[in-house]
């Protein structure tokens, strides 16, 4: 039998707690984050199990640039997990073909006016009822901040088609806000009036 030097041992220990409290400090966004692009609680934990073994891997190779570095590469880990997966999976391959440029979305002055307020999780409840190519490229402009341009390279897309992705997935939300909140409007209506 091998011993193994209490120096050894102990420093494969402190590794084991600095993983585990990397975990609990993160899992929650994580798990948000993934779950905003599969729409699927089961999927998402999934996902976000593969992204933090994908960061565990590759964290030998982490350079940090200063304060916020090792959040922004481990988000981008995730956000490339999450988009490995939905090509891989084939309830997911199938959706995520992007709709050719061809029609346009009309927007009326109505368009232009702000949003109903809805909370939080009605929101992320909407958002994560998009169909998965508006989803996809609303997740990735609106909440990851990527340009259409880096988003049309890593959706192999153009970036007019990221871009009426966008718009559609902003029209289809506001279409789905206005009836939650006229539906909203009805409840209040209808308990007030008992």
Not at 6 to 16: F, N, V
Request: with cysteine; proline share 3%; net charge positive.
């Amino acid at each position: 039998m091998k011993l193994i030097p209490w120096k050894q041992k102990r420093e494969g220990l402190d590794q084991i707690a600095g993983i585990e409290a990397m975990y609990d400090r993160y899992a929650p966004r994580f798990l948000g984050l993934c779950y905003r692009y599969c729409g699927n609680k089961e999927d998402a934990e999934d996902i976000m199990h593969d992204g933090f073994m994908n960061i565990i891997r590759g964290i030998s190779r982490f350079q940090s640039r200063g304060e916020g570095s090792l959040e922004a590469w481990m988000t981008r880990i995730m956000v490339t997990t999450s988009l490995k997966y939905l090509r891989d999976h084939a309830k997911y391959r199938k959706n995520l073909v992007f709709e050719t440029v061809g029609e346009q979305i009309n927007t009326t002055e109505e368009d232009n006016q702000p949003y109903p307020e809805v909370s939080t999780e009605e929101l992320l409840k909407l958002i994560s009822e998009l169909p998965l190519g508006y989803r996809t490229v609303f997740n990735f402009y609106v909440m990851e901040n990527y340009s259409h341009k880096e988003i049309a390279g890593m959706l192999h897309c153009s970036e007019n088609t990221s871009k009426t992705q966008l718009a559609k997935a902003r029209f289809w939300l506001r279409k789905h806000i206005l009836e939650l909140d006229k539906s909203n409007e009805y409840g209040k209506k209808a308990s007030s009036n008992r």
